[in-house]
């Protein structure tokens, strides 16, 4: 009965899952310098890593991503 109820769980956990969709690449790149950081303040420095995680969340559901380089 438990391992039953673990494969239902299991199979409701794959259900879940987001399909994958056709990406079609972009020929665009977003290039982040970095190399400036030691003239930013650290509050500078969280900032823009925050940024650069939304920008590639967002990246990542994107129907035309582009190439990101840091």
């Known amino acids: 009965l438990e391992r039953q109820s673990k494969l239902d769980a299991?199979?409701?956990?794959s259900d879940?899952?987001?399909t994958r969709r056709e990406v079609v690449p972009?020929?665009?790149?977003l290039i982040v310098d970095c190399s400036f950081d030691d003239l930013m303040v650290?509050?500078?420095?969280?900032?823009?890593?925050?940024?650069?995680?939304?920008c590639y969340a967002e990246n990542r559901?994107?129907?035309?991503?582009?190439q990101v380089c840091l």
């Open 10 to 13: 299991s199979q409701e956990s």
């Open 16 to 18: 879940r899952k987001r």
């Open 26 to 29: 972009s020929t665009l790149r």
């Open 42 to 54: 650290l509050k500078d420095v969280k900032k823009l890593h925050k940024q650069i995680q939304r």
């Open 61 to 66: 559901k994107a129907f035309h991503p582009v």
